[in-house]
Nanobody, 114 residues
């Protein structure tokens, strides 16, 4: 089970930190990822961190977002800085074990608006 939190309303240029805490799985063996889905759009990958710590980001968030994980707390984070209106979306966390098993959180809404 994945529980995401940290979304909210923020002005352009502001920051938010999303958290996703896992339970019932061997967290440190899973690749963790954040996806987002804007209204009327397909879900897209935002950032991913493997069990070994390798990280990749989608181009629009590079330099603004940072993904990290705390294996002791079974939690993955997404620090989002310099937020833009186009970052508005529901953000979902995913736990993926070698493409064999995948679990999703319930989503947390991020709204960037003045």
């Amino acid at each position: 089970q994945l529980q995401a939190s940290g979304g909210g309303l923020v002005q352009p240029g502001g920051s938010l930190r999303l958290s996703c805490t896992a339970s019932g799985l061997m967290f440190n063996s899973y690749t963790m990822a954040w996806y987002r889905q804007a209204p009327g759009e397909q879900r897209e990958l935002v950032a991913r961190i493997t069990s070994g710590g390798s990280i990749n980001y989608t181009d629009p968030v590079k330099g603004r977002f940072t993904i990290s994980r705390d294996n002791a707390k079974n939690t993955v984070f997404l620090q989002m800085n310099s937020l833009k209106p186009e970052d508005t979306a529901a953000y979902y966390c995913e736990a993926n074990w070698y493409e064999v098993r995948s679990y999703w959180g319930q989503g947390t809404l991020v709204t960037v608006s003045s």
